[in-house]
C-alpha cells in the first residue's frame, strides 16, 4: 500500500478516524462523478458515485453519533 492509498485505508488507530477516511472517500467519489459528467458531457454519467459517496456520508455520521454515545 502506498502512502497515498493509506488515506482511504480503514485500518485506523481511532475510531474516530473511520469517518473521517469515509468522507475523504466520498469526496473523492464526488470528484470522480463530476470528471465523468464533464468528460462524457452527461450529467448523468458515473452518477452510482454520487450515490455511493451519500451512502459512506450516512455511515460516517453514523460512526460519529455511535461514538458519541459510548462517550456517555
Known amino acids: 500500500m502506498t502512502d497515498s ?12 478516524d473511520v469517518s473521517t477516511v469515509l468522507r475523504v472517500v466520498a469526496d473523492k467519489y464526488r470528484e470522480s462523478q ?21 451512502i459512506l456520508e450516512r455511515a460516517a455520521d453514523s460512526v460519529d453519533r455511535a461514538i458519541a454515545k459510548e462517550g456517555k
Request: aromatic letters at 10%; a positive charge; charged letters at 25%.
Open 34 to 54: 463530476l470528471e465523468l459528467a464533464g468528460a462524457w458531457q452527461d450529467k448523468h454519467a458515473g452518477k452510482i458515485w454520487s450515490k455511493i459517496a451519500r
Open 5 to 16: 492509498d493509506k488515506q482511504y485505508s480503514l485500518d485506523v488507530m481511532s475510531p474516530g
